[in-house]
C-alpha cells in the first residue's frame, strides 16, 4: 500500500470511530444541555445550539418534583440490597468453588436459569403474594425483589473471582486454626476484594434502572427514581421537557459515575461471566 | 458438613421462596381464571387459558411484533457492533476514553433514554425531525406512525445495546491468538482475506454468546417501549411484555397473563436451544 493511501485509509477509521463515539453521546449531550435551557427554549422551533444555561429546572425539580425523596428510595433500596445480594451471593459461590456437594452443577445451573425467565413472569405471582403479605410499595418488599434478582448475578460473578485464588493459601489458613468461616472472612474474602467491589457497584447499577418491578409493586411510599423519570411522560407536551430533562439527569449522574469506576468488569457482569472483562 | 450447607442456605432458601414458589404457583394460577377483580371467584379451568393464547389475535400479534423487533435490532446490532468492536480495537490515541464514552449507554436507566429519544422523535419540535428539513431530507412522524414506530423503537434498543456487542466482540478480538494472524501475514494474505478466512471464523463462538445473549433480552424488553409508545400507535408496538403487563393491570385477568408467561417461556428456552447448539458446534 502506498503512504497516501495508508494515511487515508487510516483517516477513514478515525472519522467512522469519531462518528460512532459521537452517534452514542449524542443523546445524552442532548440531555445535559435541554436540563439547562429555559422551559419555552427546550420546547423551540428551531432547537437552540446556544442558549444562557439556568439552573431551574433543577430546582424544580428538587422542590415541586420531589426529587429527594425518589433518590432516598433508590438509594435505601438499591444499596442495601447491592450489599446483601454480593454477600450473600459471595458466600454460595464460596461454597461452590471449595465444597463438594450432590449435584452442584446442577444447582449452579438451577440458579442461572433464573435469569432467564420474562421478570412479567414473576411479577404477576409475586404481586399477588406481595398484597396477600402487605409488602406493596414498601422499602422491605422492592429490596427482597431486588435481592433474589442479584443472587445469581453475585453467584456467578464471584463464582469466577473465588476461582482465582489458589487452594494452597486457604489450606495453609486452616491448618493455622481457622474454621471455615474463619478463612472466609479473613484470607479468601480480602483476597477477592475487586470482585466484590465490582459486583456490588454492577448490582447496583442494575438495580438503580430497574423499572417494571419498581412499576408494578410500589406506589407512593417507595417509588424509586426511574418512576420519577417516567411520571414526565404523561405531562402535556413539551411544557415539562426542561424539567424531565433536569430529573433525567440527575437520576442518572450517580450510576455514571459508578459505571465508569466499574467498567473493567462490565462484560463478565452483562454476560453472565460468558466472556472475561 | 453442616457449616457446608450453612454457607448456601441463605441463597437457596432466599430463591426458593422469592424465585421458585411465585413461579410454581403461577403454574397453579395458570390454569385457573384468576383475576383482580374483588368480585371474581376462581374457578379451576384446566388449559382453557393455553388454548387460549393459541387463537387470541392481541398475542398472537405481539408476538409477531416482538419476532420483528428482535429480528430488526439484533441484526443491526450485530452488524454495527462488529464494527464498532474493529474500529475500537485499533490502536489509536485517545483509545481508552473512546471505550469508555462507548458504554455510557448500557449505564443509563432505561427510562431515561426512552426519554430523550421521544424528545429527539418529537415531530413537530424534535431535533432529527428540525436537522432533516434544514437538510431537505423527508421528515418522518417517528413515533406517531404505525409504518416507522417499529423502525424508531429498533433504533432506540440499537442505540442502547449495540455497545454491549461491541465490549464482547472487542474481548473476544483480545483474546484471539497471535500465531495464525502472524503466518498468514507472512503467507502474503492481504487484509480482507485475513479478516474472511481467519477472524470471522475464530470469532464465531463469540459472536454467537453475543447474539444469544441480546436475544434473550430483546424479547423480555419492556422499559423503554414502555416509556416512547406504551405499545404504539394502535398497539402496533404491543410486545410480548407490554401485552403480559396490560392483561394483569388493565384486564386484570392474572390467570391469562400467568399462561402467556408460560408460553412466551417455552418460546425462549426453544430459541435459545437452537442458539446454544450452534455455540457449542463452533467451540469444536
New interface residues.
Given amino acids: 500500500m502506498t503512504i497516501k493511501k495508508s494515511r487515508l485509509l487510516s483517516w477513514s477509521w478515525n472519522i467512522l470511530t469519531i462518528l460512532l463515539i459521537g452517534f452514542f453521546l449524542f443523546p445524552l449531550y442532548w440531555l445535559l444541555t435541554t436540563a439547562f435551557k429555559k422551559p419555552a427554549e427546550a420546547f423551540s422551533i428551531p432547537p437552540k445550539i446556544l442558549f444562557l444555561p439556568t439552573l431551574d429546572n433543577f430546582f424544580k425539580v428538587f422542590y415541586e418534583g420531589n426529587f429527594l425523596f425518589f433518590f432516598r428510595n433508590s438509594f435505601t433500596i438499591c444499596v442495601s440490597s447491592s450489599l446483601i445480594a454480593t454477600f450473600l451471593g459471595a458466600l454460595c459461590a464460596y461454597a461452590f468453588v471449595r465444597f463438594t456437594f450432590k449435584r452442584k452443577e446442577d444447582l449452579a445451573f438451577w440458579i442461572l436459569s433464573i435469569r432467564m425467565l420474562p421478570p412479567v413472569a414473576t411479577a404477576v405471582p409475586l404481586f399477588i403474594l406481595f398484597t396477600r403479605l402487605n409488602l406493596i410499595d414498601t422499602h422491605l418488599g422492592l429490596m427482597l425483589l431486588y435481592v433474589s434478582w442479584g443472587l445469581p448475578f453475585s453467584v456467578w460473578m464471584l463464582r469466577g473471582f473465588f476461582e482465582g485464588i489458589p487452594a494452597s493459601i486457604e489450606e495453609s489458613a486452616m491448618i493455622d486454626g481457622c474454621g471455615y468461616f474463619g478463612t472466609f472472612t479473613r484470607i479468601s474474602l480480602p483476597l477477592v476484594a475487586p470482585g466484590l467491589s465490582a459486583t456490588i457497584l454492577l448490582n447496583l447499577i442494575f438495580m438503580w434502572n430497574e423499572f417494571l418491578f419498581a412499576l408494578i409493586f410500589t406506589q407512593h411510599n417507595s417509588p424509586t427514581l426511574p418512576i420519577l423519570a417516567a411520571s414526565y411522560v404523561r405531562g402535556v407536551m413539551g411544557v415539562e421537557w426542561a424539567e424531565m430533562c433536569a430529573a433525567g439527569t440527575l437520576a442518572i449522574l450517580p450510576i455514571l459515575v459508578i459505571g465508569i469506576l466499574s467498567q473493567k468488569y462490565f462484560v463478565r457482569g452483562l454476560t453472565m461471566g460468558a466472556m472475561k472483562g | 458438613m453442616r ?2 450447607i450453612s ?2 442456605l ?3 432458601l ?2 426458593a421462596i ?2 421458585v414458589f ?2 410454581v ?2 403454574i397453579y ?1 395458570s390454569l385457573t381464571d ?1 383475576s383482580l377483580l374483588p368480585i371474581a371467584r376462581t374457578t379451576f379451568i384446566g388449559l382453557q387459558n393455553y388454548l387460549r393464547a393459541f387463537t387470541d389475535e392481541y398475542f398472537l400479534s405481539s408476538l409477531r411484533i416482538s419476532g420483528l423487533f428482535t429480528a430488526g435490532a439484533l441484526t443491526i446490532e450485530f452488524f454495527l457492533g462488529l ?2 468492536a474493529l ?2 480495537y ?1 490502536r ?1 490515541c485517545g483509545r481508552a476514553v ?16 426512552g ?6 422523535y ?1 415531530t ?2 424534535g ?1 432529527i425531525n ?1 436537522i432533516s428539513r ?1 437538510l431537505s431530507l423527508p421528515v418522518f412522524p417517528w413515533l406517531t406512525s404505525v409504518q416507522t414506530v417499529l423502525i424508531s423503537i429498533i433504533i432506540v434498543d440499537v ?1 442502547q445495546w ?3 456487542v461491541i ?2 466482540i472487542l ?2 478480538l483480545e ?1 484471539l491468538p497471535r500465531e495464525p494472524f502472524e503466518s498468514a501475514h507472512m503467507d502474503g494474505a492481504s487484509n480482507i482475506q485475513i479478516f474472511y478466512y481467519l477472524t470471522l471464523p475464530m470469532l464465531r463462538p ?1 459472536m454467537l ?1 453475543a447474539l444469544l ?1 441480546r436475544f ?1 433480552d430483546t ?2 424488553i ?2 423503554t417501549i ?2 416512547l409508545t406504551k405499545g404504539g400507535p394502535g398497539g402496533s408496538t404491543e410486545v ?2 407490554l401485552y ?2 396490560r392483561s ?2 388493565r384486564h386484570l385477568d ?1 390467570g391469562y ?2 399462561a402467556l ?2 408460553v ?2 417455552a418460546i ?2 426453544f430459541a ?1 436451544q437452537i442458539f446454544l447448539r450452534s455455540i457449542l458446534k463452533s467451540f469444536r
Fill in positions: 457449616l457446608k454457607f448456601i441463605p441463597t437457596i432466599w430463591l422469592l424465585s411465585p413461579l404457583y403461577s394460577v384468576l464494527g464498532g474500529l475500537l485499533r489509536f473512546a471505550r469508555t464514552l462507548t458504554i455510557l449507554p448500557l449505564i443509563v436507566t432505561s427510562v431515561v433514554i426519554l430523550v429519544w421521544k424528545i429527539l418529537n413537530q419540535y431535533l428540525y434544514e442505540w449495540t455497545p454491549l465490549l464482547i474481548s473476544g483474546s463469540v454468546v445473549i434473550m424479547i423480555r419492556f422499559d414502555y416509556v410480548i411484555s403480559i403487563y394483569v393491570f392474572v397473563a400467568c408467561s408460560w412466551t417461556l425462549i428456552i435459545s
